[in-house]
């Protein structure tokens, strides 16, 4: 583990841990929350779309090869494969879907996470006890969390959520998840830099573009929000087909 590579071994997992494996060339990770005997739980976008709005997001990552192995079933786990709904529980080959294994980092320095240019690898909140982690991870696993959107509630957040208890309470366009923070940050920075170009020329440009993304990366992170609340899984549960109780829910907290 480090700052070049959070790869790990299997056997050198833990129940709760937060773990994730790349996916289509690098293009975004699959998160879940290890709870032993080579198990996983995990959150899943529907069959159909990645956001549930069907964008050109959704026909990008389906037009590219399946990364999953041929067979419908998983000898293991007894896993049906084309079933790609909701908060599911797999064997960590289904998982891994022939990908490396990497360990989420939580409770990183700001100098570590901002060396961590590619988001959705570590966070500046602590991970909350295990006996914790594992109760939300199985709860939701009954109970659902929700409709996926690959901006504000994706397999990141379902992670996350699981190791902190912690919900954002806002309007923003982003969630707790650092690879959709990384998107808007980048964003922001191509949006921002060409703006100076005229003062500032190449070297300048390069340099505010870096500022800018690294400060919307550290903002957006949970460990530094303020527009977060912890929450009970119970009471996440019951609100979640009631935005009227989300919002009041995060007044009383």
Same mark, same amino acid.
């Given at each position: 583990?480090?700052?070049?590579?959070?790869?790990?071994? #299997?056997?050198?997992?833990?129940?709760? @841990? !937060?773990?994730? =494996?790349?996916?289509?060339?690098?293009?975004?990770? !699959?998160?879940?929350?290890?709870?032993?005997?080579?198990?996983?739980?995990?959150?899943?976008?529907? +069959?159909?779309?990645?956001?549930?709005?069907?964008?050109?997001?959704?026909?990008?990552?389906?037009?590219? #090869?399946?990364?999953?192995?041929? @067979?419908?079933?998983?000898?293991? %786990?007894?896993? @049906?494969?084309?079933?790609?709904?909701?908060?599911? &529980?797999? %064997?960590?080959?289904?998982?891994? &879907?022939?990908?490396?294994?990497?360990?989420?980092?939580?409770?990183?320095? #700001?100098?570590? $996470?901002? +060396?961590?240019?590619?988001?959705?690898?570590?966070?500046?909140?602590?991970? @909350?006890?295990?006996?914790?982690?594992? !109760?939300?991870?199985?709860?939701?696993?009954?109970?659902?969390?929700?409709?996926?959107?690959?901006?504000?509630?994706?397999?990141?957040? $379902?992670?996350?959520? %699981?190791?902190?208890?912690?919900?954002?309470?806002?309007?923003?366009?982003?969630?707790?998840?650092?690879?959709?923070?990384?998107?808007?940050?980048?964003?922001?920075?191509?949006?921002?830099? #060409?703006?100076?170009?005229?003062?500032?020329?190449?070297?300048?440009?390069?340099?505010?573009?870096?500022?800018?993304?690294?400060?919307?990366?550290?903002? =957006?992170?949970?460990?530094?929000?303020?527009?977060?609340?912890?929450?009970?899984?119970?009471?996440?549960?019951?609100?979640?087909?009631?935005? +009227?109780?989300?919002?009041?829910? +995060?007044?009383?907290?």
């Amino acid at each position: 583990m480090g700052v070049l590579s959070n790869k790990v071994d #299997p056997q050198n997992l833990n129940p709760g @841990d !937060h773990i994730y =494996s790349w996916r289509q060339a690098y293009i975004y990770a !699959h998160h879940g929350i290890y709870i032993g005997d080579g198990m996983v739980i995990h959150f899943t976008r529907g +069959a159909d779309q990645e956001i549930g709005a069907g964008t050109v997001l959704d026909r990008l990552l389906f037009s590219l #090869p399946p990364s999953h192995p041929t @067979d419908t079933t998983c000898q293991r %786990c007894g896993r @049906d494969r084309t079933r790609k709904d909701g908060v599911i &529980s797999s %064997c960590l080959d289904c998982f891994l &879907s022939g990908g490396d294994l990497y360990l989420f980092e939580y409770g990183v320095s #700001p100098a570590f $996470f901002l +060396a961590k240019a590619r988001g959705g690898t570590c966070t500046l909140a602590t991970s @909350d006890p295990t006996e914790q982690v594992l !109760h939300r991870a199985f709860f939701l696993l009954e109970n659902g969390f929700g409709g996926y959107h690959v901006f504000k509630n994706n397999c990141e957040d $379902f992670a996350i959520y %699981c190791k902190t208890g912690l919900l954002v309470f806002t309007n923003m366009s982003v969630g707790r998840s650092g690879q959709a923070a990384s998107c808007f940050a980048a964003a922001s920075a191509l949006v921002s830099s #060409p703006l100076r170009f005229m003062t500032t020329g190449i070297g300048g440009l390069s340099l505010v573009g870096c500022g800018m993304y690294c400060v919307s990366r550290l903002v =957006s992170d949970i460990g530094v929000r303020r527009d977060v609340t912890k929450v009970p899984v119970e009471k996440l549960v019951d609100s979640l087909d009631s935005p +009227a109780k989300m919002t009041e829910m +995060a007044k009383l907290d």
